[in-house]
Every structure is written in structure tokens, then in C-alpha cells.
């Protein structure tokens, strides 16, 4: 990847379209400060390592750092362990497992090259972003104060059932 990938996902999550915004740095350094400003406005993260490379599963610490320090508290986050097909894999499946729950995250093995786990990641963290957007509704209507979880400025759009959506970004 020579710069910051960037792709539109629409998921079906229970009757709910939900609009993803993906921003894929590859975890590249240079990206950092970029990187930084859209943790602000995240509802989930995708946080990803390559089975084969003991490094960048060892980055995720300092990755869990920056998202704590810039990210919103309640941000939704899961851990994916990519290349779960290839032959020379230096981190187990096991020890992917340890570190989410370490951090409270759910935990996928993927492959995109046999296209394993993905689809189910990305409904994943879709799921939880709707849910919390949903509970978030629910708080702001038994507290006329309250938010409803939206005060970062995010916005909801409804579809076709009167359904609040996500509109912005996700990852």
C-alpha cells in the first residue's frame, strides 16, 4: 500500500442499513498524525495484524494506546488477525485471542485470499455501532438531557423503516 485506502461498505445489520467509511493506513507510521484525527469522530475500529508478522501483532499495544488517548471513550473496536492461511504464521490463533480479551474485544482470524472471517468482522463491528446507537436513542429518550450518544457532533440518518443510521465514519 503506497497511501491511505479509503472505501464506502453498506451493511445490512437487522433491517438496518448501516453506511461504513473504511480507512485502511496499513498501520504505516507516516499515517500516524492522520491517523490520530479520525479517531476523534470513529465509532468502531478495526484493529488488524498479519498472522505471518510477529511485528505488527506486537504494534496493536501501542495502537490500543493512541486509540485511548484520542478516540472516544465508548468506541466500538475487534481485533483481526489477517493471512490466517498462510504456511509461515508466527502468531497463534491463541495468542490473538488472549490479547482481545484483554482489551475486551471480540476476536476474528481472517483470509482475504480465501476469503475467511471478513465478511463476518465487518458485520460484526457494524452490529455493535448499530446497538450502541440504538441504546444511545434509548437513554435520550427516558433523559430529555441527554445526548443519545451524539455528542461528537455524529449524525443519524434515517432509512426507509424511520431507523437511525450511521452517517459518517466507522473505522
Known amino acids: 500500500m503506497l497511501g491511505i485506502d479509503f472505501k464506502l461498505k453498506n451493511i445490512e445489520v437487522d433491517g438496518k442499513k448501516i453506511k461504513m467509511q473504511i480507512w485502511d493506513t496499513a498501520g504505516q507510521e507516516r499515517f500516524k498524525t492522520i491517523t490520530q484525527t479520525?479517531?476523534?469522530?470513529?465509532?468502531?475500529?478495526?484493529?488488524?495484524?498479519?498472522?505471518?508478522?510477529?511485528?505488527?501483532?506486537?504494534s496493536i499495544e501501542n495502537w490500543m494506546k493512541q486509540i485511548k488517548q484520542h478516540a472516544s471513550e465508548d468506541v466500538c473496536k475487534i481485533l483481526v488477525g489477517n493471512k490466517s492461511d498462510m504456511p509461515d504464521r508466527c502468531v497463534e490463533y491463541s495468542e490473538g485471542k488472549k490479547l482481545a480479551d484483554t482489551y475486551g474485544m471480540k476476536f476474528f482470524e481472517t483470509s482475504a485470499k480465501e476469503d475467511v472471517n471478513v465478511n463476518d468482522a465487518f458485520y460484526t463491528i457494524a452490529k455493535e455501532i448499530k446497538d450502541k446507537i440504538l441504546q444511545g436513542d434509548d437513554a435520550s429518550k427516558k433523559t430529555p438531557l441527554a445526548d443519545g450518544g451524539r455528542s461528537r457532533g455524529e449524525k443519524l440518518k434515517t432509512d426507509?423503516?424511520?431507523?437511525?443510521?450511521?452517517?459518517?465514519?466507522?473505522?
Open 160 to 171: 426507509d423503516n424511520n431507523s437511525p443510521t450511521k452517517k459518517g465514519s466507522c473505522c
Open 38 to 58: 479520525y479517531y476523534r469522530g470513529a465509532m468502531g475500529i478495526i484493529l488488524a495484524y498479519a498472522c505471518n508478522d510477529r511485528e505488527s501483532f506486537q
